[in-house]
RNA sequence: GCGGGCGUGGCGAAAUUGGUAGACGUACCAGACUUAGGAUCUGGCGCUGCAAGGCAUGGGGGUUCGAGUCCCUCCGCCCGCACCA
């Protein structure tokens, strides 16, 4: 071999890999354990792009890293299989689901293994898989029959709960449920018919079947979770989401509310992901209150943060959807009142939001502030949501600004209640400092005194209680889609029954179209004669696509298990995820629901941790560079010739004309920067004529026209475009072009960042970087762009610089020419080892703190300072293969095998599964011997007191110092320039600054 | 509005604890070699200045012998949450 031909080399050695089951990972108690998991890609038919090997990359180095440190490394990967943009292609074109996901999969594995990534591929997994869904299934089944005791603080079977309610009813009961239940003796328990206590069941289990509002999206023709919308539209798709009140499964994750948050403070992730988490959850802490309604035998419940501020309330206000809002309407305001839950409940999420003006209606009724018996009426408006707390609300206009709005707008009087409120008929003072006023039994006292005093009496009386408040709520937890794990549970008499554990798997049936039926069922109402025994309904929904997600890192533990979702000894052994990674943008949803099932089985007993991942990092987004150029649209084409040259009249929006003269550059259709630049500022309203234009460009950015060649450019109908503001050649300066090919290259596009995906035109194919430059500069580079945590859009032009870096590494071994080797196995010199124990040094603290980017930089100076010393030495570079094999595993089992003439396979510890392992193929370790030549530290001494340490650069010796000679003049020249005076080194470290 | 983060050369970025700011890589300039190439090697490259030097980490102020790093303030950018009572 001649030279570093990386085509050949990666797939020599990829193929050894597969040949030799070089990853395949066994338990083995003898050494300790590391489970590194990337999250599961869904395997969308565009394939990967660039940006998701960032993460896989930066995962599979921390694992290649670990089994050189003598762990045995649990790194599997599989597919989030289940999903929408397969039952629509299904939809369009009648084709089953499994095999477009089949075909999929096949794609994404082989572009996998291209960048060489050291997974253990026969753990495998699909979550669209019978053999894995079958345990999404099982849990859903242990969830059903478990409900969530307040007393023992875990989950508990149901079987449990229905021996308390035999033995004392309702009141034997401390547990979580729905609010409307009703309390019952243990009397009437056992008097109720089998449906009735099924029905009473279900308000405690931590799955069932509710009627409840829910983000309904006709666009995608199913509803979906709250994470799921965002800004009032669907977060795939973008159609509009409306509310809608249907019958559907949903999970108690509010039943772990407090566990959920208060385990956030025993995990290592990232701080702004758990503050994500812990507003989802939203803890607030108050009390609730029970009004009284004037002739009416009712008690309105409110939820308040500010209790103490309840002198302050002028009056009520009821969400409109709130279900006493009739009720509470008087004959003559009944008019209005419907005409304004009608209004309110055709308004969407989006408008209710942009809409910022004051709304609301009188019910005609009032209710009795219960401390100062005072009468205020009661309104309905839609600034209070139906779906927090209790749907209604005090108002308090002097202490919160919406009340405050709401007073103004419908004249209700504002009073102050704390001494040191300012100017509350300008606007509301949320303050807590200072003493009541107008306030009853809590006249003069301060915030702390008043609250308390305020609970204890609403406690005395049972008006009202200190009270915890969740955001959070239940989590639907059906879709009304084929491609989804079935529900397996069936209907009698309209309460719902779990199948026989031993029919599972229960099995997407077949049907012949994936549309909902006709009547507005689900796809599976299609499927003929699929009864359970022949008799009951199934349910028809599928489960959302968060289900097969949230317990998939224990399959990979014991993947092929038909006994349990993997078997005790494997959990035992592998415990839980050392190292988590994967994008913050399933903060909400994943990882919650994953933690949220996770506690579930850990109650159970099935699993050892309270939480799953110990450790997890956010991978930074991979931003595609999206090229594009204005034209007119179509409306405007008339301008185009017929103005030419002219002074062009442009028709704004709002019927005022613009003038603008045009010149040569207005070709094709396209303007210039400069044109768009002056005609926005000229007309804001210009925008109106022209659209974006996304264009596809040269994968290398480069085109040649006849002999010259232009960087930064692209193709769009035969004519070659020049990106950004400016073009040039090889020469550098702004020729003149006289080829009418050129002329084109005057128009000059825009270019944006953002996310890459196939619609926009700016997704990077890693397989055309493999391709060119191979996958192990694809691996360096990828971790060279910069911390991994940051999003960065793709920029091609630097990885230059570490293809280089992998051929001069390549040179230290072999002649250029001959392919002779240039090895020796002379004894190597100080020099030469501070160059490898620094190397060593710093690439092992940079990887242990995940900053992978420096650690490419850190080989780089290595690589150079060797070749700068001619180091061919055996001895040196060995060990240079070992640490740059977590990086660039192709290349250095290449130079290990073909230059170092070790056995083959002997580079990582894992080729041994037997545990023997070749004695030199452990990571190197720190030898601080030739390091303490390269830097010192040394406290220094400014008037007889230690201030600071100084790092005292690499050429500087240990005795000058120590002598007290500042043998480096840079030091000195830092030192002179800046205060003190004179320094004196002492002995004993101490170096001495006399000001 | 609330919460979190960030701001360093033409560009991506280093600087682990308050201690030579800009490592490393790109891009660019000059040169060497030459089988003319998108190869390799050498030198240069924050700004300013002939130089010595001076000025530089968004602006202003502070603490310190010493600040990219800590504090205050203003400006700008990004992310998350948002009628949550």
Not at 145 to 161: C, E, F, G, Q, V
Not at 438 to 443: A, H, K, V
Not at 682 to 693: G, H, M
Not at 780 to 785: H, I, K, Q, T, V
């Amino acid at each position: 071999m001649t030279e570093y031909n990386h085509r050949e080399i990666e797939k020599k050695w990829q193929k050894f890999w597969e040949d030799n089951q070089t990853y395949k990972t066994k338990i083995d108690p003898s050494k300790p354990k590391y489970y590194v998991l990337d999250m599961f890609p869904y395997p969308s038919g565009a394939g990967l792009h660039v940006g998701h090997p960032l993460g896989y990359i930066a995962s599979d180095i921390i694992s290649r890293y670990k089994r050189l440190k003598g762990f045995n490394v649990l790194h599997p990967m599989g597919f989030d299989s289940f999903g929408l943009p397969a039952e629509q292609y299904a939809i369009q074109t009648g084709q089953h689901p499994a095999i477009t996901t089949e075909q999929n999969i096949n794609t994404f594995i082989s572009q996998l293994k291209n960048i060489g990534f050291s997974y253990d591929w026969s753990r495998k997994i699909r979550t669209s898989d019978p053999n894995y869904y079958k345990w999404t299934q099982w849990i859903f089944m242990q969830l059903f029959n478990h409900y969530y005791d307040r007393t023992a603080d875990k989950a508990l079977p149901i079987s449990h709960l229905v021996e308390q309610f035999a033995q004392g009813g309702s009141a034997a009961v401390n547990a979580v449920c729905d609010e409307d239940i009703t309390e019952f003796s243990a009397e009437e328990w056992k008097a109720m018919s089998e449906k009735e206590q099924q029905l009473v069941l279900l308000k405690y289990r931590f799955t069932f079947p509710e009627e409840s509002y829910v983000n309904w999206c006709p666009g995608l023709g199913t509803v979906l979770s709250n994470d799921e919308v965002k800004d009032g539209v669907s977060e795939r798709g973008g159609f509009p989401v409306e509310r809608k009140l249907m019958k559907q499964w949903a999970m108690r994750i509010t039943a772990y509310a407090d566990r959920l948050l208060n385990g956030l403070d025993t995990i290592d992730w990232p701080e702004p992901l758990k503050e994500q988490q812990r507003n989802w959850i939203g803890r607030s802490q108050g009390a609730s209150v029970k009004f009284a309604v004037e002739g009416q035998d009712k008690l309105i419940e409110v939820f308040t943060t500010r209790v103490d501020t309840i002198y302050g309330v002028s009056f009520m206000v009821l969400a409109p959807e709130h279900e006493w809002a009739t009720e509470l309407t008087t004959a003559d305001q009944q008019a209005d009142v419907e005409a304004y839950i009608k209004w309110a409940a055709s308004r969407s999420e989006v408008d209710r939001m942009a809409e910022k003006k004051v709304s609301g209606v009188f019910t005609g009724s009032y209710c009795i502030n219960p401390f100062s018996g005072e009468k205020v009426p009661i309104y309905l408006a839609d600034y209070v949501l139906a779906g927090y707390g209790t749907g209604a609300v005090m108002g308090v206009p002097s202490g919160d600004q919406r009340d405050w709005n709401f007073a103004t707008n419908f004249g209700l009087p504002i009073i102050p209640i704390l001494d040191t409120q300012k100017d509350t008929d300008q606007q509301a003072d949320n303050t807590k400092e200072g003493h009541y006023i107008n306030s009853g039994i809590i006249n003069g006292m301060t915030y702390q005194e008043a609250t308390d005093t305020l609970i204890k009496w609403l406690e005395e009386r049972k008006l009202g209680k200190g009270k915890v408040q969740y955001r959070l709520r239940n989590a639907v937890f059906s879709r009304q889609r084929y491609w989804g794990e079935p529900v397996p549970a069936y209907f009698k008499d309209g309460v719902p029954y779990l199948i026989d554990e031993a029919d599972l798997p229960l099995e997407l049936p077949k049907i012949d179209k994936y549309l909902p039926t006709e009547t507005g069922e689900p796809p599976l109402g299609r499927a003929e004669g699929w009864k359970y025994k022949g008799e009951y309904d199934y349910e028809l929904s599928t489960m959302p696509g968060w289900a097969g997600s949230s317990w998939y890192w224990y399959r990979y533990m014991d993947p092929q298990n038909n006994e349990a979702f993997a078997s005790k000894e494997a959990i035992d052994y592998w415990q839980r995820i050392d190292f988590y990674l994967g994008g913050s943008e399933h903060a909400t949803g994943h990882l919650l629901y994953s933690r949220f099932w996770n506690k579930f089985l850990k109650d159970l007993g099935l699993v050892p941790h309270e939480e799953f991942a110990a450790k997890l990092v956010n991978q930074g987004m991979i931003q595609g560079v999206s090229e594009f150029a204005y034209c007119l649209k179509k409306e405007s084409f008339i301008f185009k010739e017929t103005l030419k040259g002219k002074e062009l009249v442009i028709p704004t929006l709002h019927g005022e004309e613009g003038i603008i003269t045009l010149t040569d550059e207005i070709q094709e259709l396209f303007f210039s920067a400069d044109m768009i630049d002056e005609l926005k500022r000229k007309y804001p309203s210009f925008e109106f004529y022209v659209q974006r234009l996304p264009v596809n460009h040269i994968v290398n950015n480069e085109a040649n026209i006849g002999n010259m060649i232009f960087r930064n450019s692209f193709r769009y109908r035969d004519s070659i475009f020049v990106v950004k503001n400016g073009w040039w050649n090889a020469g550098g300066a702004n020729p003149e072009f006289s080829n009418s090919d050129l002329k084109a290259a005057k128009f000059l596009t825009y270019s944006e960042v953002e996310k890459m995906s196939k619609s926009k035109l700016n997704v990077i194919n890693p397989d055309d970087i493999v391709e060119k430059y191979g996958a192990d500069t694809l691996r360096m580079y990828e971790m060279f762009l910069g911390p991994l945590t940051d999003a960065k859009p793709w920029n091609t032009n630097g990885i230059s610089g570490t293809s280089n870096f992998l051929r001069k590494f390549w040179r230290l071994f072999f002649e250029d020419q001959t392919g002779k080797s240039k090895l020796v196995d002379a004894e190597p010199t100080a020099d030469e080892l501070k160059v490898l124990h620094r190397t060593i040094k710093r690439v092992e603290e940079d990887i242990e703190r995940y900053s992978f980017n420096t650690v490419v930089s850190t080989f780089m100076i290595g690589v150079n300072e060797l070749s700068d010393l001619k180091c061919h030495k055996k001895a040196i570079l060995k060990e240079m293969v070992i640490l740059l094999s977590p990086y660039a595993p192709h290349i250095t089992e290449e130079l290990w095998t073909e230059a170092l003439k070790y056995p083959k396979g002997t580079l990582s510890a894992v080729k041994y599964p037997e545990g023997k392992s070749h004695p030199e193929a452990k990571f190197p370790v720190f030898e601080p011997k030739y390091l303490v030549e390269s830097s010192f530290e040394y406290p220094i001494q400014i008037n007889g007191k230690v201030r600071a340490n100084i790092a005292f650069p690499v050429d500087m010796s240990k005795e000058d110092i120590e002598q007290g000679v500042l043998a480096n003049d840079t030091v000195q020249k830092w030192l002179e320039g800046k205060a003190p005076k004179k320094v004196v080194v002492v002995p004993k470290r101490i170096v001495n600054v006399v000001l």
